[in-house]
Nanobody, 121 residues
Framework: QVELVESGGGLVQAGGSLRLSCAASGRTFSSYAMGWFRQAPGKEREFVAAFRWSGRSTHYADSVKGRFTISRDNAKNTVYLQMNSLKPEDTAVYYC??????????????WGQGTQVTVSS
């Protein structure tokens, strides 16, 4: 059984930092495209950051470039999202996802349950 479990969300003041973790189990995801989406209340789920398959390159949404960093520990089958200089508009439920294809898309094969990030002004 494949499972993605996020952790690390919480409440933080604007300008603060959080690190999200996504622990994968059930298979080895080192060759999968893997990363993060988020969904704010009343808005569609949007891409945040991801590794392309084989973990050789990363890409980010323009809104988080320079503030967020994605990393992975293949030995632990875990992906991280370091979020710095957080803004109130970063408030959302953050979802970890994994895709067997070369790019992580909204049609990803596997999803976590989400973790809430709330940034106060």
């Amino acid at each position: 059984q494949v499972e993605l479990v996020e952790s690390g969300g919480g409440l933080v003041q604007a300008g603060g930092s959080l690190r999200l973790s996504c622990a994968a189990s059930g298979r080895t995801f080192s060759s999968y495209a893997m990363g993060w989406f988020r969904q704010a209340p009343g808005k569609e789920r949007e891409f945040v950051a991801a590794f392309r398959w084989s973990g050789r390159s990363t890409h980010y949404a323009d809104s988080v470039k320079g503030r967020f960093t994605i990393s992975r520990d293949n030995a632990k089958n875990t992906v991280y999202l370091q979020m710095n200089s957080l803004k109130p508009e970063d408030t959302a439920v953050y979802y970890c996802a994994a895709d067997r294809g070369p790019e992580l898309t909204i049609a990803a094969d596997y999803w976590g349950q989400g973790t809430q990030v709330t940034v106060s002004s």
